[in-house]
């Protein structure tokens, strides 16, 4: 499951997800709904950005 998780196809695909609900809770929603919703999609991508990176190494 972790595999999957971290794959970077699917990890792409989820900080789009979450910048879009972002912006719609931007634009559709306000006062503490809007505050909350963009605090957890903003905290998990920045979850996202500080996890494993997808750079694989070569060993020479």
């Known amino acids: 499951m972790t595999q999957l998780w ?3 196809r699917l990890k792409s695909a989820v900080i789009i ?3 879009i609900i972002a912006v719609i809770a931007s634009i559709q929603t306000t006062g ?3 505050a ?3 605090l957890i999609a903003f905290g998990s991508l920045i979850w996202l950005a500080l996890s494993k ?3 694989k190494q070569h060993d020479v």
């Open 36 to 38: 909350l919703i963009e």
């Open 17 to 19: 997800i979450l910048c």
């Open 53 to 55: 990176p997808d750079i």
């Open 6 to 8: 971290l794959s970077p």
């Open 32 to 34: 503490l709904t809007r």
